[in-house]
């Protein structure tokens, strides 16, 4: 910070005093240029030149030009004693004025000078206040505080504009690292749980001498709880890849996509007694065709399954993207934000079979913003149940 003050200083101090030297150079030269007939003109008011005529040529002659002691030299053709003695008055007066004027002139500019290297470092330590500012706070900041904003009270400016970016900056990363602590806790409490359960069922359920029967129901819910497990680390690797962006993109027909998701969970559909209606309408996105088919077929399970008997799902796809909206349960409306993060769902978690492992709407979330898509859901106020949406740019 010192180096640059000391730049900055350099560079207001020498325009300043660049400026303070023009100026004076200019005023100098202005008032010589004028100076002579006015200081004439002047003279020649105060005393009329009769009354220079009417003084001795021996008062006059020494003032024109004393050559020598014993003789003076013959005036000019023309140039009576009075002008002689004008003349010889105004330059001297010239001179003098002059040479007063220079000599006040380079004590005003060096004080001048000096003031404005004073104001000059004053000013730049002011200019430089929000940078330091704002390394400071860079510097104190770590995982513990990043709730620490700059908050710099400035007017606008750029420095004013960029500590505000910093501030935002700072919150984005704040949501970010909360994020994904409570994505490590949640991640590590949902492997935890089915390793449990296995070391549970292996422990309890094939103690002692257990018969057939008792064996073939532990290896099946081991199976089960395998199968969870699987999900979830496929889940966890899904998310992680769309984190790291798309390497290519090829156009996608969406509204396809989303019939195809809708044909592959029909069987399920009917099995809950769920109705699942399509509105397909034309929407090509340039995208990666296995990503965008895991969306459609996230959003269109999480309906299916987050719903009530006899329940519907309706299915829109057009220009503005792609909609689901199903009936269910009542989702409170503090809780809809919450329901993109990993791990996140409604209700607790009771190990039943077919039971998501809470990453669906994260991945849709996940897939969406690797499009440059936004996905956003809605509380529904009658009937219960969600509306999601996943819009993407034109």
Known sequence: MGGERSRLTALYGGLLLLAGALLTGV????????????????????????????????????????????????LPPGVTPGVAITRTLSDAAESAALERLLTVSLIVLAAYAVLSVGLAWWMAGRVLRPVAVITDTARRLSGENLHERIALDAPPGELKRLADTFDGMLGRMERLVSAQQ????????????PVAVQRAAAEIGLAGDPGPERVARIREKLIEVADASERTIEGLL????????????????????AAGAVDALAAEAAERGITVSLDARPLTVRGDAVLLDRLAHNLVANAVRHNVPDGRVEV????????????????PLD????????????????????????LGLSIVESIARAHDARATATANTEGGGLTVRVCFAP
């Open 27 to 74: 005023v100098y030269f202005l008032v010589k240029d004028g100076l002579y007939s006015s200081i004439s003109v002047a003279m020649t008011t105060a005393v009329p030149a009769q009354r220079l005529q009417d003084l001795p040529a021996a008062t006059s002659s020494p003032l024109w030009t004393p050559a020598t002691p014993t003789s003076a030299a013959p």
């Open 182 to 193: 409570r994505f490590a806790a949640n991640a590590a409490h949902e492997l935890r749980t």
């Open 238 to 257: 899904l998310l992680a890849s769309c984190d790291q962006g798309l390497r290519e993109r090829r156009p996608v027909a969406v509204h396809e996509v």
């Open 316 to 331: 829109r796809t057009g220009p503005d993207g792609i909609e689901v909206t199903n009936t269910g349960p009542v989702v």
């Open 335 to 358: 809780t809809v934000p919450l329901l993109f993060e990993p791990f996140r769902r409604l209700s607790a978690r009771t190990q039943a079979p077919g039971e998501g492992v809470g």
